[in-house]
């Protein structure tokens, strides 16, 4: 069984940071590409960043210069380094992540549960 478990949530002042952490745990032989997304109260689900294997990055333009997206191979982990927060960075933030279990021929796309970023005064 696979799973994507994320942390580091919580509420911040405008202009704080957070970091979150998304581990990927079970039968797994490679994660490969990983992602977060984020959705605000009634608005759909979007792409926030991305990063490769390899370590190649991609950001929406709204977090441009102020997300850091990186991985630790070894820990099978994804960061999201969330600097200068606003208001409108309100979301769930959830993981996803491209992961080929052991005894596949298939990589599976996998999402964790969601952790809630507040920015508010």
């Known amino acids: 069984q696979v799973q994507l478990v994320e942390s580091g949530g919580g509420l911040v002042q405008p202009g704080g940071s957070l970091r979150l952490s998304c581990a990927a745990s079970g039968s797994i032989f490679s994660v490969n590409a990983m992602r977060w997304y984020r959705q605000a109260p009634g608005k759909q689900r979007e792409l926030v960043s991305g990063i490769s294997r390899g370590g190649s990055t991609n950001y929406a333009d709204s977090v441009k210069g102020r997300f850091t997206i990186s991985r630790d191979n070894a820990k099978s982990t994804v960061y999201l380094q969330m600097n200068t927060l606003k208001p409108e960075d309100t979301a769930v933030y959830y993981c996803?992540?491209?992961?080929?279990?052991?005894?596949?021929?298939?990589?599976?796309?996998?999402w964790g549960q969601g952790t809630q970023v507040t920015v508010s005064s």
């Open positions: 996803n992540a491209d992961i080929h279990p052991n005894g596949s021929i298939l990589d599976y796309s996998y």
